[in-house]
């Protein structure tokens, strides 16, 4: 056994090799690089580079009482056509309760409205029809509003000039945003906090009456002033024409207007406009953003080129970011924050320079233990050690792992608990050394017994890792990747590397006996 | 060669069995104590499990107290304090809604802005999240629990697997105990560490009950209780060495790894003591209750 067969000796050397060549893109962490072997290194957390991490919700329930709203227009609309009368209609909850004076028409109602709407659930139950939606009608509502919303916000981001953000689809209605490098945060949750449904409404200025009693009749809204809530418009519920007709929209400035929104139609909005803008010269435009009139100014003449300016009380920022909003589009439905994490650069370069003494200093006492315990062999170990911190980098490198604030506390963990293998071992080979002489014996039977026992302590580590990254989230699977690698490391440094070192040391030692 | 560790001896004969008595009355009492608090203080939840809103601000020449009257004519419920050193301040405010929350943050910072150098970080953990987030938890840790007694019932007896889950259990209610009492901030780096601890109590346990197994082929007429203790004993400076070195690691965490990351290292660190503790005084006496060898007392 006094030879160490050749071909194990190569593949424990190059692993090793492998092992501290791919740690170098990581040490050296040249952010920029387009070297592709310097681009092999670890990403840095939000928690460590600073950036903001979002989690938004889609308000799909927004959407669902939206669709309920078109079939109260509708039900009106096939009953007027119908000449139907009704007692009473409305939204109770998830659906739409019409109360009818008799049973008669009932059926007719139903079967008419039933044409319109595929997906729906028609109870007719005495003189009540009602209206459901369907679970599979509302997995299409939410399936093409997610999408959507992932569509337009990502427009947003990029409009606002974020470097690499990540936006994926989180479950079933979450959206999730991770924005490297962000250091305001609050300006990207006003992007994304608003609809930004842009309509233009014809306002009714003669029927005074319904202002007054705060009642829209059917077919008109009312809609209160962006700057003074007390001031209400009445307005055509149908929009003229919409955000969805524009094809850009810039921030301006004009000498006698301020900062204001310039804007264009495509062909389609462009002629809408223009025929509305022709039929009701000496009218009021609303223009309507969110809920909101920003505008509302008497339409002097026709607009036919398709573009136009909206003037409001904007600063330049305000401009430019309603300028984005707009050539990003609409969302389908608002978004709520249900979660942030914004962490400053300043904080994530404290964390990584503690995280590193945090290690360093770990390292030192574990090592300097190590050899006050087993002497020259411990010193060994302490090689197979620090290799397996360079393992670690290296494989968090390659497989391109973020590196977060618990991942470098999983690497000092690591470190005190890597060398249990070793450990295993060299008590192995103490109790051994009592039972025979021959020093190549002792070491194999050394490491032949501990190999179970190393085998076993380390898989029930690497279930929990695994579980931890399962069902973990953001910077704990970080510590769950860390933890796992390292162990993994671990059983290969001790298992061949101490093996190895072990072997060329009593060889090279010419040791007779052993006493450990 | 110098190597230390000739002070312990190569085959200790430590009567660890012998005090399994006492050691068990002091685990239960731990144990009821622990669930006692549990279920009347409970633990100090963080935003990640409770939900709301915190901000870590560094400050220059502003006192906890300015920032403190600064804000609490604005919010109620409002917890304020120092963070590592007296120019960090962080800043815990209790939401109600998640529409809330991108306001109070604004606002938090627009009312302390000329007080501060830098907004470190800022967290909000709305409602739905934070609800999400603990029953993850759980069953992350449910389900690590399940998985490694099975496969300690597939690696060893199934007599193994009950030891292994008695000490799991006892180290994980044991450690929730003292968070409780000690007042440590329970957020899901705690998931983490409660989760390492079970993998680490688990590998001492299962180290020790290899050393079982192997002595139960080896000697075949050893009285069990002499059996575990030599099982013990053989295996006693490992656990004494890995327990160390894994401490020294997480010392060094503690004392120089930062503010954030200290909640998770004395976790760590307790649950380390635990489960150094359980593997010896628990786990092994536990196998005590099975009867590994009938054709012996048939004898």
């Known amino acids: 056994m006094k030879n160490y067969p050749i071909w194990k000796s190569f593949t424990v050397i190059s692993l090793v090799l492998l092992g501290i060549i791919f740690a170098i893109p990581s040490i050296i962490y040249d952010e920029n690089s387009k070297n592709w072997f310097l681009k092999n290194k670890i990403n840095l957390g939000l928690d460590l580079q600073g950036g903001s991490y979002l989690l938004l919700e889609v308000q799909l329930d927004v959407l669902y009482k939206e669709e309920l709203d078109n079939f109260v227009d509708s039900v009106r609309l096939i009953a007027r056509d119908q000449a139907v009368k009704f007692k009473k209609i409305d939204i109770q909850e998830s659906e739409v309760v019409v109360l009818f004076n008799n049973k008669e028409k009932i059926n007719d109602i139903r079967d008419s409205f039933f044409q319109m709407y595929r997906g729906v659930t028609l109870q007719i139950n005495n003189n009540k029809l009602i209206i459901k939606l369907n679970d599979e009608y509302r997995k299409i509502i939410q399936d093409s509003a997610i999408k959507q919303s992932l569509e337009i916000v990502r427009k947003r981001i990029d409009e606002s000039g974020t470097k690499e953000p990540l936006i994926q689809r989180s479950g079933k209605k979450r959206i999730l945003l991770q924005l490297p490098g962000v250091k305001d945060p609050e300006r990207i949750k006003d992007l994304l906090g608003k609809t930004a449904k842009l309509t233009f409404h014809i306002v009714d200025t003669e029927n005074t009456s319904a202002l007054q009693n705060n009642l829209a009749p059917f077919g008109k809204i009312i809609v209160p002033d962006m700057y003074d809530e007390n001031t209400k418009y009445l307005l055509d519920k149908r929009a003229v024409v919409g955000g969805e007709n524009l094809v850009d929209a810039k921030g301006s400035f004009d000498q006698t207007e301020g900062h204001a929104v310039s804007f264009r139609f495509d062909t389609e909005g462009a002629q809408k406009f223009g025929k509305v803008t022709t039929n009701n010269i000496g009218k009021n435009l609303a223009v309507v953003l969110d809920g909101v009139v920003i505008t509302a100014p008497r339409i002097s003449s026709a607009i036919t080129g398709g573009s136009g300016i909206i003037t409001g009380n904007f600063n330049a920022q305000e401009a430019s970011d309603l300028a984005v909003l707009l050539r990003a589009g609409a969302l389908p439905a608002p978004l709520e924050i249900v979660e942030e994490r914004s962490v400053g650069a300043g904080l994530g370069a404290d964390s990584i320079a503690a995280g590193q003494i945090a290690a360093i200093i770990g390292m030192v006492l574990v090592c300097v233990f190590m050899i006050l315990i087993y002497g020259t062999f411990g010193a060994l170990a302490n090689v197979s050690l620090i290799v397996n911190l360079f393992i670690i980098i290296s494989l968090l490198g390659i497989i391109g792992a973020t590196l977060t604030l618990p991942g470098i506390a999983g690497i000092v963990l690591t470190i005190g608990m890597a060398v249990d293998a070793n450990v295993l071992i060299f008590e192995r080979i103490k109790e051994e050394s009592l039972k025979q002489t021959k020093v190549f014996q002792i070491v194999k039977n050394g490491f032949d017994r501990a190999m179970s026992t190393i085998l076993d302590a380390n898989i029930t580590t690497l279930i929990a890792a695994i579980l931890l990254f399962a069902f973990g989230s953001g910077p704990i699977r970080g510590f769950s990747i860390t933890l796992s690698l390292g162990v993994l490391a671990s059983m290969f440094t001790a298992l061949m590397l101490t093996n190895f070192l072990v072997y060329m040391y009593l060889s090279f030692a010419n040791k007779k006996e052993l006493k450990l | ?299």
């Open chain 2, 1 to 299: 060669m110098f190597g230390l560790n000739k002070i312990i001896p190569v085959e200790p004969n430590i009567n660890f069995l012998g005090l399994r008595r006492n050691f068990l009355i002091f685990s239960i009492l731990a144990i009821l104590i622990s669930i006692g608090l549990l279920s009347i203080k409970g633990l100090n939840l963080g935003i990640d499990f409770k939900g709301g809103t915190l901000i870590e601000v560094s400050t220059k020449n502003t006192s906890i107290g300015e920032l403190r009257e600064i804000l609490s004519s604005s919010y109620s419920d409002l917890s304020l304090q120092e963070f590592g050193n007296e120019n960090i301040i962080l800043i815990r405010l209790q939401n109600k809604s998640n529409q809330e929350s991108i306001e109070t943050v604004n606002s938090v910072k627009n009312l302390i802005q000329d007080k501060v150098v830098e907004f470190r970080r800022s967290e909000f953990v709305g409602p739905t999240i934070s609800s999400e987030l603990l029953f993850r938890g759980f069953q992350a840790v449910s389900f690590a629990l399940i998985a490694i007694l099975i496969y300690i019932w597939l690696r060893f007896e199934w007599q193994f697997g009950f030891g292994a889950v008695v000490a799991l259990t006892h180290d994980v209610l044991f450690t929730l105990g003292l968070l409780s009492i000690l007042n440590v901030e329970f957020s899901l780096a705690t998931i983490a560490a409660i989760l390492t601890i079970a993998g680490y109590s688990i590998n001492d346990t299962v180290v020790i009950f290899d050393r079982v197994r192997e002595n139960l082929r080896k000697y075949k007429k050893l009285e069990l209780v002499d059996l575990f203790n030599l099982s013990v004993n053989n295996t006693l400076s490992r656990t004494i060495m890995t327990s160390l070195t894994t401490l020294l690691a997480l010392v060094s965490l503690f004392i120089f790894g930062g503010e954030v990351i200290r909640p998770f290292a004395l976790t760590m660190i307790i649950g380390v003591i635990i489960g150094t503790y359980s593997s010896v005084f628990i786990a092994v006496p536990t196998l005590l209750i099975f009867k590994f060898r009938p054709q012996d007392e048939d004898d």
